[in-house]
């Protein structure tokens, strides 16, 4: 099977572009600053000398490879990026769900489902004036309710349309028979309906949250320092008085990535579907 | 036009086993059916001869030539798909020159032989509709001409009736006829369905579980079945099959149904001699229900049965009967009186029994040599 | 499931009878539990969507910025009318970056496309180590997007792993600035956006060619067709709808593209990666000048509508065809 064999090699190579990017983060984050660029010598894959001090660096904001400490460490920009994404996707996932399965049931709400996806089309900065004046007026700005109000909204239209498709393809004599036996709609809704969805929600929620997670350019606009998410705190880390801190900003972009790739091979029968808003199923 | 030879052909999909040592060998111009319950593995083998699955082991040749290893873009056969398979985002004219476009004939000349096919299955009026208004039946039609059209040496057609409305399927079975015998062509039909296969087929090809039971005339498949598989399989209601005891007395040799002396059948010369060659006490006795007949009264060639169940069936009255230990079926005239609780007295057409071997399955077979001289 | 769908079916037919009333009631509390459902998300509409708009169409027709010390309903002190999309007009570094964003696209998006519909293909007649290496594949679109524009950063270093890596192949030692130089910053930082997004080409592409019929495709082997022909005159145009779709996704987000190219070149050197998000991010937090970029963004919101409007229709019709043909 020579075919075969070639068709492996190349999608091979592929693979092996795709992880060697990443894999040169991963070790530059186990590299002690010597090692960093070519300037102080050659350049090598795997560490030399293979080092914790950039965790330790971002984690307790002081190593012995670097003179100056850390003034803000990695935890609370931890912390706020769990916070937010969950609490975004929370915001996402209820919404959209309970407002998919009124469009899907009762075909009311007009051009709802359209209005959620331009909202998804349009570059957040041509829009984002007014939101930003919003947000200082009512006292929004850098707070994590602020900043995870917006999560929800800008991946409602995900969660909306994901969803919807799933209650369309569930047959409405589902509720209605419970119905006929005595369960009011809501409980036909809670007790029926989302049972049988519950793996989709699931589903939904983790792609949602890996949205969240990986957002930049929200966090950059909306926070100014008490709530930074990981992407901004990472891009942040630049200091005058070190220069580039190669290898700690490797060790903080190793944290950032861990979750969403996880969670993303997870849900990898999922991802077709969810990206292209329920449009085309795996 | 090709021969198809099968040698000791296996197909195996890890530990299972689809089929089993097959030889079989197609004459040039032949239609054949493979023939079987589902699961038989009779796709399996049709798959193999186009190409569509790998032999295991053994080999497949087209006339003289070695295909088993050739990839079923080069092997020149026709297939129809069960679902039909057809290109449902071109138009009828499209999916019908698409082999002829692959092979790069210019235009003018496949025009003309669309032309022609659309002609021969009716589709004309159709050709440049998109495929997906079609109805089922013009998709089996444009499945079978675009097959056609390339004029493969070898034309496979997988259930391809199983779709199709009754009224339909009969007059599709005969326009099949026809195009095998316009064009000539070796062409072997898989089906689940004994009539089609024995009103269509010069030669009928019974598989079960993987192994090919017996590859013969619809004629031989349903008046000498190889094996009780075969004999059950073929026919409806299909044969009665009752274990029966040898009785020899003088020269006289006799069947005890269900070993009861009551249930005695008198045994001719033919089956007499089987009986005693086989060297068995007890054999498996068999008759087909349409071969059956009440008598009017007792006699030495008859056994008394109890009617428990009479059917009405169109034409047909179909009995069950019970007999000492034995129950089994036959079928007669409507006109014929059968009430159930009745007894009758039943007289069998001995030349149309068999015996079979009760631990082979295999059906006793007469030594030609000795029996035309004895 | 299946137990309430067999119920079902017992219970409506012992009451269809007496239910008519009852029926009409029941339906007019649906209704109105589904109007309460909807609600949440029609407010989150009009905060953010509604309410926002009309403040931006205000904003954009004065001269107000955050420095004036007012507040922004006060900004019709300094009313202006069209003078800020007179003035986009004339703007040539706005042009500059909207034209740098189209180069982007345009050059990009085919990329990603032909890589992932030659990795779908690949994939679709069959590789050994399929999970694994669909995975390997797929990793590079699930990383953060800034964590990814670090990493080429890092690459693309004139003393990282690139420059190295050449020099092996050089005599003398490679040492090229890739980001400061106004044409390979270019090339970089598509190669990053090629690097994260050709996997995203590839799952739809896939999928969509995992969808094409099999017994079609061996009709078409059997009639004679080569792979090249069976994918171009079977697979490809029966996916039609999912190419259009991929590249539908693809095109707008990387319209959008910000995250990558400011960690990566924050639109530098000078301008030659600004794009019309990196020039609106700059013209936000640098000049200030918020009444402008609201003025942009109001046009930008309606050309963007214009276009989307009509290849969502055409989608539409595109996938409408693709069902009935199934």
């Given amino acids: 099977m020579p075919a075969l064999l070639v068709r492996t090699v190349i999608v091979a190579i592929f693979a092996a572009i795709a992880l060697l990017p990443v894999a040169w983060m991963t070790t530059m984050a186990f590299k002690p600053p010597a090692e960093w660029t070519s300037a102080a010598g050659s350049l090598t894959f795997f560490p030399k000398n293979p080092t914790w001090a950039n965790f330790q660096y971002v984690f307790t904001g002081s190593s012995p490879d670097q003179i100056v400490s850390l003034d803000r460490t990695v935890w609370s920009p931890l912390f706020a990026s769990v916070l937010t994404s969950v609490i975004g996707t929370l ?26 996806l331009q909202l998804r089309i349009f570059p957040p900065l041509a829009v984002m004036i007014p939101v930003m004046i919003m947000w200082a007026f009512l006292g929004m700005t850098d707070t994590w309710w602020g900043l995870s109000l917006i999560y929800g909204i800008v991946t409602l239209p995900f969660s909306f349309w994901l969803m919807k498709a799933y209650f369309d393809e569930l047959p ?39 949205l969240n997670w990986s957002d930049y350019l929200i966090a950059l606009l909306l926070t100014r320092k008490d709530w930074t998410t990981i992407p901004i705190y990472m891009n942040a880390l630049a200091t005058a008085a070190s220069g580039q801190l190669y290898g700690a900003k490797a060790a903080l972009g190793l944290i950032a990535a861990i979750p969403p790739v996880i969670l993303g091979i997870s849900i990898q029968r999922f991802l077709v579907r969810g990206l292209t808003f329920g449009a085309l199923k795996q | ?48 001869i186009a190409g569509i699955e790998d032999a295991s082991q053994g080999t497949i040749h087209f006339d003289d030539r070695d295909m088993t290893h050739t990839s079923m873009q080069k092997r020149g056969v026709g297939f129809v798909f069960q679902n ?22 210019a235009k003018p000349e496949v025009d003309r032989r669309v032309k022609e096919m659309a002609e021969f299955m009716a589709l004309s009026h159709r050709l440049d509709q998109q495929s997906s208004s079609l109805s089922v039946n013009e998709m089996q039609k444009l499945a079978i001409g675009r097959s056609a059209i390339v004029e493969p040496s070898i034309f496979l057609l997988d259930e391809p009736l199983s779709n199709l409305d009754a009224a339909f399927r009969e007059r599709m079975r005969l326009e099949l006829r026809e195009l095998q015998r316009k064009l000539g062509q070796t062409m072997i039909y898989v089906t689940h369905d004994q009539i089609e296969a024995m009103g269509l087929a010069d030669r009928i090809a019974v598989m079960n579980h993987a192994v090919l039971q017996q590859f013969d005339t619809p004629e031989n498949i349903y008046a000498k079945p190889a094996n009780v598989f075969v004999a059950r399989f073929i026919g409806a209601p299909s044969m009665n099959i009752l274990r029966a005891h040898i009785a020899r007395d003088g020269r006289k040799v006799s069947a005890q149904l269900g070993g009861l002396e009551a249930d005695t059948i008198p045994l001719d010369n033919r089956l007499a001699s089987l009986a005693l060659q ?9 008759f087909r229900p349409e071969t059956m007949r009440l008598a009017d009264r ?15 069936v169109g034409r047909r009255r179909i009995g069950h009967f019970q007999s000492g230990l034995s129950t089994f079926v036959g079928t007669f005239a409507r006109r014929i009186p059968l009430k159930a609780g009745e007894v009758v007295n039943i007289e069998l057409d001995l030349d149309t029994c068999h015996f079979f071997d009760p631990d082979t399955e295999l059906r006793l077979i007469e030594p030609e040599v000795e029996t035309e001289n004895g | 499931m299946t137990d309430v769908v067999s119920n079902s079916t017992q219970a409506s037919a012992g009451t269809v009878a007496p239910a008519m009333a009852a029926q009409d009631k029941l339906s007019s509390a649906r209704l109105s539990m589904a109007k309460k459902m909807l609600l949440p998300t029609q407010l989150l509409l009009v905060f953010i969507v509604a309410f926002p708009l009309i403040m931006q169409v205000y904003i954009s027709l004065t001269w107000w910025t955050p420095l004036d010390g007012t507040p922004w309903y006060m900004a019709y002190l300094s009313w202006s009318w069209f003078d800020n999309y007179r003035e986009l007009f004339l703007d040539d570094a706005l042009w500059g970056a909207i034209w740098r964003t189209v180069l982007f696209v345009l050059i990009a998006v085919p990329i990603q496309f032909f890589f992932g519909l030659f990795l779908a293909s690949l994939f679709y007649e069959g590789i050994a180590g399929k999970p694994v290496l669909y995975s390997l594949i797929l990793m590079p679109m699930m990383i953060v997007p800034a964590v990814a524009g670090y990493i080429f950063f890092l690459i693309f270093q004139q003393t990282g792993p690139l420059n190295a890596i050449i020099s092996l192949f050089y005599e003398d030692a490679f040492s090229v600035n890739w980001l400061n130089d106004v044409n390979r910053a270019f090339i970089a930082v598509i190669v990053a956006d090629v690097w994260q997004w050709t996997p995203l080409m590839f799952l739809i592409l896939f999928a969509g060619l995992m969808s094409v019929p099999e017994d079609q495709m061996r009709a078409a082997t059997i009639l004679g067709a080569n792979w090249r022909q069976r994918f171009f005159r079977i697979a490809l145009p029966r996916i039609k709808a999912v190419i259009v779709i991929a590249l539908a996704l693809r095109i707008i987000e990387c319209f959008k593209i910000f995250d990558m ?47 989307t409007g009509v290849l969502i229709a055409k989608a539409g019709k595109a996938a409408r065809k693709q069902v009935e043909e199934a």
């Avoid at chain 1, 915001?91 to 959620?116: F, H, W």
């Avoid at chain 2, 086989?278 to 068999?286: D, V």
């Avoid at chain 3, 000048?289 to 942009?296: D, F, H, M, Q």
Wanted: proline share 2%; hydrophobic share 45%; with cysteine.
């Fill in chain 1, 91 to 116: 915001i996402a996932v209820i919404c959209g769900t309970i407002a998919a399965y009124a469009v899907s049931r009762e075909k009311i709400g007009g051009n709802i489902g359209l209005s959620l």
């Fill in chain 1, 172 to 210: 409405r004599e589902i509720e209605e028979a419970a119905i006929v036996e005595g369960c009011s709609p809501i409980e036909a809704f809670t007790q029926i309906t989302l049972p049988i969805v519950a793996s989709a929600v699931a589903s939904t929620a983790l792609f949602i949250f890996i």
């Fill in chain 2, 1 to 48: 036009m090709s021969s198809i030879t099968l040698t000791n052909t296996t197909k195996k999909f890890g530990e299972f086993t689809a089929v089993r040592d097959m030889n079989l060998s197609i004459k040039n111009g032949e239609f054949v059916a493979i023939l079987g319950p589902s699961g038989c593995g009779k796709t399996t083998t049709m798959n193999m």
């Fill in chain 2, 84 to 105: 039909y398979a057809i290109f449902t985002h071109m138009s009828v004219r499209k999916n019908l020159a698409f082999g002829l476009e692959i092979q790069g004939l």
């Fill in chain 2, 278 to 286: 086989s060297g068995k006490q007890e054999l498996l006795f068999g």
């Fill in chain 2, 298 to 312: 007792k006699s030495a060639k008859t056994f008394a049965a109890e009617v428990s169940l009479v059917e009405t």
């Fill in chain 3, 261 to 307: 190219l400011f960690v990566m070149t924050r639109g530098g050197p000078g301008v030659a990666t600004e794009s019309l998000s990196l020039y609106l991010y700059k013209q936000t937090f640098q000049s200030l000048e918020w009444s402008y970029v609201a003025a942009i963004g109001i046009t930008v919101l309606i050309v963007l509508s214009v276009i």
